[in-house]
């Protein structure tokens, strides 16, 4: 189809455009237009193992993101190579998007992964144990203790270690232990000095006990290493030949068969058990192991060779997390205190705001953690538990802290005589448990605890209040970008609304509608709601951007997500940069679109920034002709958040709200802003400096510096203008 098949008598109208793009640019698009997940994923993992390295870090802060790399990779071979795994088994091979099949995925990750690890361990012994010694923070092996020391280890092993180790021998009457998820063990080959013959046995160390053990001030040994050197106490009368440590990943990821439980509680806390049995994945050994050994563990284990990590010790560096929770604000970036929102409280005071007046008077855009989530989301749903006003309260829960002050508001508000409900998301990942405990707790307290839809899961981060204000019922409602967890607020980078707009409070109180009964209704006035309508209504909004391009009004798209990897979003996203629009994509994690490929995304730039506080919020913004159109809410660019989940996302109506987001998608694209930059090929470039050789501008720096005083992100922008001039 061409513009010669409409009428000749005029030009096309922008419908007929836009019909020509869809027809024209998507038939041609090129076949390895995507990049892998997996990959992206390591990719993303290496941007955080970079941080580490970054000598404008304090020292410590570089430790943690050695940990936070750590557990980050533990949960990818858990989840995603344990699936990938999964499907090879079964036959379901099919090809990614990327072009590559589950096995040439499966060989890349093994291939990288290892080389992470390796650079971590790397990093640990040459960069970031050297510096801390420096720094008098000693993290030693058991040769390098001092008599003394050894001696107080002797005391501790015998009184707080051997009690709870229990030696298991592997010989024809003692079969092969299983060796559970994450756990680090011991493979020790001992002698029988009268019969000359070597046995084999496992010790495991006891994953309750701290990981470093503290030997005197600021100096600390694995706790492996103090049960290697006690492991003559543990076989009495044999020789102990060798030791060395060991580390099995396996599958744990969780799977419900819904439509065939009666009761979802007992089928996933029967799933949960199974979990600790799913087959590994991964096996980390140091890299001096003795080749008989090797060989028994990968038999009995039944891996492949290639799921074996070589490294040098210690393993397991998730266990650094003591190291950075020590007391040196010397060697940790400044404490940040989050201050009241300026809209809930122009002057931070003992006085709580009164949320329900404040909110009946205008909408309240909240960015955390600059902005208090406890002074504000949780002081809201405070409030409306002993709000005798307050008639109702429904909440969802997806993840929240084990001491959580929401869940405590929740029972409350039961308790005084509300209607309370809350859908509790009991399959979010790796936090079944938790959530299962909290669901139990509600319901006691008399709270309606529904578990949302078969087949889908609640991620969505809704509030609403139902409150009679004398003149009428009004529902009060926060819609945000983040779990309700108290803890995480104060490290996740979020957004909220609360506002009781009618439009948005009929939204939500028909979506609850949806999730604890049998309502089946799918229009909103200011949502978009997965499954049914975030896909095709953003691709709809790309689509329009489009039609403004040609037509010769203003037209862009800006985009903030944890992951994109939908491949249809990225197609409306390549139509859109083919047709002219600017695009840019600032992204945490994922990205499977390829940025600067000639003819196909030339308009389009992806960034990534990764700091002190994890960017979390989804923002999808459009220029749209001028009348700016702006987006928050729970949803990434996933197949699993666009067709596997209830997710949210509400468009902002207030002008000043626009500008603050906006601002903030300033800021971050700025080039004077210190980002990474995705190229065409998958691989990031980091930014750090300008041309004169100056280090580029920390944005949540930069932000904290402007909180702090209670300014904004559009003062934020004024002073990112004159550092600008000299990038």
Not at 176 to 193: D, K, M, T
Not at 210 to 234: G, K, T
Not at 288 to 305: A, G, M
Request: aromatic share 8%.
């Amino acid at each position: 189809m061409s513009i010669s098949d409409f009428n000749a008598d005029g030009p096309p109208t922008s419908e007929m455009a836009a019909i020509i793009l869809r027809d024209d640019l998507t038939s041609d698009l090129p076949a390895d237009r995507f990049l892998d997940r997996e990959l992206s994923w390591l990719a993303f993992n290496k941007r955080v193992l970079e941080l580490s390295e970054d000598p404008y870090l304090p020292l410590l802060d570089r430790t943690k993101f050695l940990a936070i790399f750590a557990s980050n990779l533990d949960e990818f071979f858990m989840v995603r190579v344990a699936g990938l795994k999964r499907r090879i088994a079964t036959g379901i091979a099919v090809r990614a998007a990327s072009g590559l099949t589950p096995r040439e995925v499966l060989e890349n990750i093994w291939e990288r992964a290892y080389a992470l690890q390796r650079q971590q361990a790397d990093f640990f012994l040459n960069m970031i144990r050297p510096e801390l010694m420096a720094a008098g923070i000693e993290v030693l092996r058991w040769e390098q203790l001092t008599p003394s020391e050894k001696t107080d280890m002797d005391l501790f092993f015998d009184a707080q270690i051997f009690p709870v180790l229990t030696p298991l021998a592997v010989d024809p009457s003692h079969p092969f232990p299983y060796i559970s998820g994450l756990s680090l063990n011991l493979a020790v080959v001992v002698r029988n000095p009268t019969s000359g013959n070597k046995l084999f046995a496992r010790v495991k160390v006891p994953p309750l006990l701290p990981r470093f053990l503290q030997v005197s001030p600021q100096r600390y040994v694995p706790l492996e290493d103090v049960i290697a050197a006690h492991l003559n106490e543990l076989f009495p009368g044999m020789e102990i030949c060798e030791h060395h440590a060991f580390r099995v990943t396996r599958n744990e990821d969780v799977e419900v068969e819904e439509d065939d439980a009666e009761n979802l509680l007992k089928a996933l806390e029967r799933e949960l058990v199974r979990r600790r049995f799913g087959p590994p994945v991964r096996l980390e050994v140091e890299e001096n192991i003795d080749p008989y050994v090797l060989e028994l563990l990968v038999s009995e284990l039944d891996i492949t060779e290639l799921e074996v990590f070589r490294l040098p010790g210690p393993l397991d560096l998730t266990g650094l997390w003591t190291i950075v929770g020590l007391d040196r604000d010397d060697l940790k970036q400044r404490k940040f205190v989050p201050k009241t929102s300026r809209a809930l409280s122009d002057v931070e005071s003992a006085t709580e705001p009164d949320i329900f007046s404040i909110v009946r008077e205008k909408d309240v855009l909240l960015h955390h953690p600059y902005d208090s989530f406890s002074t504000s989301v949780q002081l809201f749903l405070e409030q409306a538990a002993h709000d005798p006003a307050v008639l109702a309260i429904k909440q969802t829960l997806y993840r929240t802290s084990g001491d959580s002050p929401i869940v405590d508001a929740l029972i409350q508000a039961a308790e005084e005589g509300k209607q309370v409900l809350a859908l509790v998301e009991i399959k979010a990942r790796f936090d079944e448990q938790n959530n299962i405990d909290w669901a139990r707790k509600l319901e006691q307290a008399g709270v309606h605890v529904v578990y949302g839809l078969v087949g889908l899961k609640t991620h969505s981060k809704l509030s609403m209040v139902v409150r009679n204000d004398g003149d009428q019922l009004r529902r009060y409602c926060h819609i945000g970008t983040g779990n309700y967890h108290p803890k995480t607020a104060r490290l996740y980078e979020d957004f909220g609304l609360l506002t009781c707009n009618p439009e948005v409070g009929e939204d939500v109180s028909n979506l609850f509608n949806v999730l604890s009964g049998y309502s089946l209704n799918t229009d909103y006035n200011r949502l978009l709601v997965a499954p049914h309508s975030v896909r095709n209504g953003l691709i709809a909004r790309i689509e329009r951007e489009i039609e403004h391009h040609i037509e010769g009004r203003p037209s862009g798209i800006r985009i903030k997500c944890n992951s994109l990897v939908d491949e249809a979003i990225i197609d409306s996203l390549y139509r859109a940069s083919m047709a002219g629009v600017p695009v840019e994509v600032w992204v945490r994690g994922i990205c499977a679109l390829r940025p600067g490929v000639p003819g196909l995304s030339d308009t389009i730039r992806v960034i990534s920034i990764l700091g002190r506080f994890l960017e979390h919020s989804r923002v999808y913004a459009f220029t749209n002709g001028g009348n700016p159109s702006v987006w928050i809410g729970s949803a990434d660019l996933m197949h699993r958040n666009l067709d596997r989940r209830v997710e949210t996302l509400v468009s902002l109506a207030d002008p000043e709200h626009i500008a603050e987001v906006e601002g903030i998608l300033d800021l971050g694209f700025a080039p004077s802003t210190a980002a990474w930059d995705l190229n065409s090929d998958g691989t990031w470039t980091r930014r750090l400096f300008a041309e004169d050789g100056t280090r580029l501008t920390d944005i949540q720096e930069l932000l904290i510096a402007i909180k702090s005083r209670r300014g904004s992100a559009l003062e934020a922008i004024g002073e990112l203008e004159v550092i600008g001039d000299r990038v």
